[in-house]
């Protein structure tokens, strides 16, 4: 990846997770992921075994009917 530089600043990261319907355009509100993530990638990683996860527990038609899948993102911490 050309123009990525390494920070020296070390930077941690926190996790939300919401479950939102395609068909309503609307999110449910987000929780907070437990765990602050030292870095970005573990924080995806992480998303993306905890949107499996929710996905797993759902009710697949009412998956279906309302197009439900959750969005994530993984922000910085201004302040540790």
């Given at each position: 990846?050309?123009?990525?530089?390494?920070?020296?600043?070390?930077?941690?990261?926190?996790?939300?997770?919401?479950?939102?319907?395609?068909?309503?355009?609307?999110?449910?509100?987000p929780?907070?992921?437990?765990?602050?993530?030292?870095?970005?990638?573990?924080?995806?990683k992480?998303?993306?075994?905890?949107?499996?996860?929710?996905?797993?527990?759902?009710?697949?038609?009412?998956?279906?009917?309302?197009q439900?899948?959750?969005?994530?993102?993984?922000?910085?911490l201004?302040?540790i």
């Amino acid at each position: 990846m050309g123009g990525v530089r390494k920070s020296s600043k070390i930077m941690k990261f926190i996790l939300t997770i919401s479950v939102c319907s395609v068909i309503f355009q609307d999110c449910m509100t987000p929780a907070q992921h437990p765990i602050i993530f030292n870095n970005f990638q573990d924080c995806v990683k992480t998303a993306l075994i905890e949107m499996t996860n929710i996905m797993d527990v759902l009710d697949t038609d009412m998956v279906n009917k309302n197009q439900l899948g959750p969005q994530f993102k993984c922000m910085p911490l201004n302040k540790i």
